[in-house]
């Protein structure tokens, strides 16, 4: 392990002397963070140290035991223990002395369990007041064979320290007679000197650099955010996975860093940022690198915990190229480097961070490099080798480690520890990889933008464009839809095809009414390119006019007659609509200004009987690239654009669908949507495919309730429902349940909450699809059935239908691995042909295909952000432009909502900004469950399970969230939100319960505060993690209950924290003093830091969690 560097620049500091034990001796910094973390999350393996060796050979057990207890009596730290003083603060307690046993286990019988045992031993938990904190164990597997195993507790040694002992063992193995009296100097003089040191002035001065430096620094790390994080107490699982980066890519390394007057430490450290940038969808990271803390010659050879852990902030935002990324971390590490004295502990004070459940403060991932090999211990007259233990926990949800392999070819390998209960298996090997592959992609083109380097290894991206995005093959074109159909009214000419208007309609009568209606139209010159307007309420007229269109190889256009006539004439001027299908001349006049022709299906000559001539099937007039139909689309600009959609996208989806939802003529679809919504293609065109009976929903749309009688009346078994009615009628389905006879559920067009998807598997046994498409890529495009979800987490799009593919592509149109969020675009049989007459904006959307299998191949940008699961299940993120970016931070307004559905009160909500003053405000529409639940109870909801940033200013409750025609959200209708009111708190911050007054008096005393009002945050108070521990040990004195520490962390207002406790007790008359309510970073010379980056290894880390 390399020297620690000198301190040259730094004022002048008082030697390190001995002191008295007699006094009450605190802990280090670090000590005391280590303490209290087990305080809060009780013993557990997780800041274990520990050793095993192999050793071969004549091992001497009473030498090896000798070398032992001489490092024991040697070392006062090996002999502490840390029990709590009567005021509750902890202190070091060494022994005079202690006789550490040597227990020996015979496994000469069954050394295969000798990684097994060593992996039990390592992981017994230390108790820190009792002790002792070091033991030590043999395993015997043979004569000369043998198992030997060292651990500790982290608040007693470091990995350095491990080095220091294992160096002092072999010197005391080989010479009997070695000295073992204790060293002048011991980690406890360490302690109070550090104390002192870091006092006054100084640390004041110090703090305030940190505060500069991190000043709106993102103290959070969204690695998984589909996961929950732990909000209890206890060890967080984790596991370790090994790789390698090669020699040549190292080189690359070494020779970019020289280039760059920086260390290959930070060249690696660049490339980790950017993939937790991409990751995350950041462009700002804070990592963790540990130092050795051993700033003074006399540290090096102590036994303690030195290593601190240093928060390195890496800003992408201002780097155009890699290189200049580079640059950047240097000039950021070098100065957070020049600051590393201040002990993590009080970085997280000065900056006091808003602290999470299941969150680190500050730093969430860590980032160690090594350059020199790990020496292997050696002992006289034995080969050793070092053994390496799996972890079981994990420190910090990410923490990469690279050191050189020792291998002659100049390799390194990378060691990445990992919360399991963040990121399976998979997930971690990925994100292994894409940083492997990130390495490699920055050394080939520095120049390049970090954004835009490729994540994906060759064989990962062979399969992100193949198995992943394309599921299935498209449908042969040989059969459009009308000859589907036709081959269908064939098959089952007596099935009913169609139930509407009181009236059942069977496959041979649909087939004859729309072939006479085609004809009728070819007649009047509709044919292929041929636009028809079909201003038609839902119902069989509508389904049968759209039919005649499609036969008579023209295209359709559908115009809902409830929307304001200057838009529908708009809609068919802009469209060139050679003919207009209306109900009667009544409908057709009001729509004259369009000066398109009209066709009245209450003309005489559709009311005549049909000859055999009119009732047969046309000849075939499209060809699969021409016009079935355009449906018109809100436009950005707010002119509406118009999406052509051919008959060969149709016909495939029409199969496709059918296919997927396993449609038969045993089915009964329901018809909801609008005309003028493309659904409505999805509920007539597949079940007719299909031979299913489709029942159009009589107008105007009923609530839930009244839909689940017209459900259960007519027997419906399949029904496709906008994402806001269905989750209307999931917060109802006491009062509208849901009918025997559904069998499959569809929704979509929204985010899917998964709170509605467990409501409704809860109550009932039909399946749940959450369909995603837009008009582009012809209606549905991917559909996940819900087998399981997570209440707080929204439900995923999942796969292709088949003859579609997705693809999640970066800035640079690279795939991008599984768990990294990109843009999703699709593409296959379903993509529509453009925009009608908007050449602009179909090449804006409709893009050249990065990677094509065939000529002239294209996909569309959809606009949504999306990942993949590691299956290849896609899971969206939101708009693009949906996302909100309020005071610098990215807000995705789904968050809030989820956030706000859990509370028991709230049936459904909704999220936005709102204008203030020219200024953006958050603002959410609740519809309650509980009329008492006020906006002020919500908002202290949130507060316990979100970031302040996202809480909003104003919460209004509203009888019901307003819905488009298209069943989404109307936001437009929603009413303003009175930001007259106070946007803190709904009540006075003056304690109104006995408990809330108890509270607030042990906050104001312990912290030293005048006050202390009821929904202040104690971290924000200056509260730290010693505090707390006083908080903790008076809660108990004074109001006789026990508060899990952990508790404290969760409920960090004493609002919150009394509502917790529980025991309310009438106010006390009021005393007399009653309480009232980026861092500018010179270029330092590289030698002054350079071996500080390499000082710890990666077990040395530690953090709050």
């Not at 070392?75 to 005079?96: D, I, N």
């Not at 064989?459 to 009308?482: E, I, K, M, N, Y």
């Not at 509260?1023 to 108990?1036: E, K, M, P």
């Amino acid at each position: 392990m390399s020297k620690p560097a000198s301190e040259r620049g730094r004022p002048r500091t008082p030697a390190i002397t001995p002191v008295d034990r007699s006094d009450h001796v605190p802990l280090s910094h670090a000590q005391q963070r280590l303490w209290f973390l087990d305080r809060l999350t009780g013993p557990s393996a997780t800041y274990n140290v520990h050793i095993t060796v192999r050793l071969r050979g004549p091992l001497d057990r009473a030498a090896l035991h000798r070398a032992l207890r001489r490092a024991v009596a040697r070392h006062e730290s090996l002999r502490t223990t840390f029990p709590a003083g009567p005021t509750g603060e902890p202190r070091q307690a060494p022994a005079a002395v202690l006789d550490l046993p040597l227990p020996v286990t015979d496994l000469t019988d069954r050394p295969e369990q000798a990684l097994a045992e060593a992996t039990r031993w390592a992981e017994e938990p230390f108790d820190l007041q009792a002790g002792p904190l070091v033991r030590a164990r043999l395993a015997e597997l043979g004569p000369q064979d043998h198992l030997f195993g060292l651990c500790l507790h982290h608040a007693i040694c470091d990995g350095w320290s491990i080095e220091v002992l294992f160096k002092q063992l072999a010197a005391d193995y080989a010479e009997p007679d070695g000295r073992s009296a204790p060293d002048p100097l011991q980690y406890a003089d360490f302690a109070v000197w550090q104390r002192a040191v870091l006092s006054g002035p100084r640390l004041d001065a110090a703090a305030d650099w940190w505060r500069r430096y991190l000043d709106a620094a993102p103290t959070f790390l969204e690695l998984a955010p589909d996961r929950p994080r732990r909000a209890t107490a206890g060890p967080v699982p984790g596991a370790l996975l090994l790789d390698r980066i090669d020699p040549e890519t190292m080189a690359g390394v070494r020779a970019l860093a020289r280039s760059r007057s920086a260390t290959p430490y930070m060249v690696l450290l660049a490339a980790y940022a950017t993939l937790l940038a991409r990751r995350t969808e950041s462009t700002s990271v804070l990592i963790g690198t540990p130092v050795a803390g051993r700033s003074r010659p006399e540290l090096e050879e102590m036994v303690g915990f030195f290593v601190n852990t240093v928060p390195i902030r890496v800003d992408l935002a201002g780097a155009a190229s890699f290189t200049e990324l580079v640059d950047q971390v240097r000039d950021s590490a070098l100065a957070a480097l020049g600051h590393d004295q201040v002990p993590f502990d009080r970085i997280v004070d000065a900056v006091r961070p808003e602290r999470r459940p299941g969150h680190s403060p500050l730093v969430q991932a860590v980032f160690t490099m090594q350059h020199a090999p790990a020496a292997t211990p050696q002992l006289a007259g034995l080969s050793v080798e070092t053994i390496q233990l799996a972890p079981s926990t994990a420190k910090f949800d990410l923490d990469l480690a690279i050191a050189p392999s020792g291998t002659a070819d100049g390799g390194h390998q990378l060691a990445l520890g990992y919360d399991s209960s963040l990121l399976d298996h998979q997930d971690a090997e990925q994100l292994l990889a894409g940083y492997r592959q990130l390495v490699r992609s920055a050394v080939a083109a520095p120049e390049c933008d970090p954004r835009r380097l490729e994540l994906a290894p060759p064989a990962l991206r062979t399969a992100l464009l193949g198995d992943f995005g394309r599921p299935g093959p498209a449908r042969p074109v040989d059969r459009l839809l009308p000859d589907l159909v036709a081959d269908r009214a064939a098959r089952t000419p007596a099935a009913v095809a169609l139930a509407a208007d009181g009236r059942e309609t069977d496959y041979a009568t649909l087939n004859a009414e729309a072939n006479r209606l085609a004809h009728l139209l070819i007649a009047r010159g509709v044919g292929p390119e041929q636009l028809v307007g079909v201003c038609l309420p839902r119902g069989a007229g509508f389904a049968r006019a759209v039919l005649a269109v499609l036969k008579a190889g023209g295209g359709y256009l559908p115009l809902d007659p409830t929307q304001p006539t200057a838009r529908l004439t708009g809609l068919l001027t802009a469209a060139g609509a050679r003919l207009l299908i209306a109900a009667d001349r009544e409908s057709a006049d009001r729509l004259a200004a369009a000066g398109v022709p009209a066709l009245c299906l209450d003309a005489p000559e559709l009311s005549e009987t049909p000859d055999a001539v009119a009732a047969s099937d046309p000849p075939r007039r499209a060809a699969p690239d021409n016009l079935a139909y355009v449906i018109y689309t809100s436009g950005s600009t707010g002119t509406p654009k118009g999406v052509a959609v051919t008959h060969r996208s149709l016909a495939n989806h029409a199969q496709a669908i059918a296919d997927r939802y396993r449609l038969t003529g045993a089915d009964r679809v329901l018809q909801f949507a609008p005309v003028a919504f493309d659904v409505a293609a999805e509920e007539l065109f597949p079940s007719w495919v299909a031979g299913a009976r489709v029942t159009v929903l009589p107008e105007p749309t009923p609530p839930p309730a009244p839909l689940a009688e017209f459900l259960a009346a007519e027997r419906i078994t399949v029904a496709n429902l906008p994402a806001g009615y269905w989750q209307r009628w999931t917060t109802e389905l006491d009062g509208a349940p849901v009918p025997a006879e559904l069998r499959l559920l569809v929704t979509g067009s929204e985010r899917v909450d998964g709170a509605a998807a467990l409501a409704w598997r809860a109550a009932t046994a039909a399946e749940l699809v959450n369909a995603y498409g837009l008009t582009e890529t012809t209606i549905t495009a991917t559909a996940h059935t819900v087998a399981a979800a997570d209440p707080d987490l929204p439900v995923p799009v999942g796969h292709p239908i088949d003859g579609l593919h997705a693809l999640v592509l970066d800035a640079a149109l690279h795939p991008v691995p599984p768990g990294t969020p990109g843009d999703l675009y699709l593409g296959g049989a379903g993509l529509a042909r453009g925009y009608l007459d908007r050449p602009g904006a179909t090449a804006e959307r409709f893009v050249p295909h990065p990677h094509p299998r065939t000529p002239g191949e294209r996909l569309h940008r959809t606009g949504d952000r999306a990942r993949r699961a590691s299956d290849g299940t896609l899971v969206l993120l939101g708009r693009s432009d949906e996302q909100i970016k309020l005071r610098g931070y990215r807000i995705e307004p789904a968050e809030i909502q989820a956030a706000l559905t859990g509370h028991p009160a709230v049936a459904r909500a909704v999220a936005g900004t709102w204008p203030l003053n020219g200024e953006p405000q958050l603002v959410a529409h609740v519809v309650l469950t509980d009329p008492t639940a006020t906006p002020e109870a919500l908002r202290a909801h949130l507060a316990e399970h979100l970031p302040p940033y996202l809480v909003p200013r104003a919460i209004v409750p509203v009888p019901d969230l307003p819905l488009t025609a298209n069943g989404k959200v109307d936001l437009r209708a929603l009413p303003a939100p009175d930001f007259s009111r106070p946007a803190d708190t709904g009540r006075p911050g003056t304690p109104c319960s006995g408990t809330e007054t108890v509270l607030a008096t042990i906050w104001r005393e312990v912290l030293g505060l005048d006050g202390v009002g009821i929904h202040d945050n104690f971290f924000d108070l200056g509260g730290n993690s010693l505090a707390l521990a006083t908080v903790h040990r008076r809660i108990a004195d004074e109001l006789g209950v026990t508060v899990p520490m952990v508790a404290l962390y969760q409920f960090t207002t004493v609002a919150a924290l009394a509502g917790h406790v529980g025991a309310d007790r009438p106010a006390p008359a009021a005393p007399e003093s009653a309480p009232p309510g980026t861092a500018a970073g010179g270029r330092r010379r590289l030698a002054d830091r350079r071996n500080r980056l390499t000082a710890a290894t990666e077990e040395e880390t530690h953090h709050v969690r």
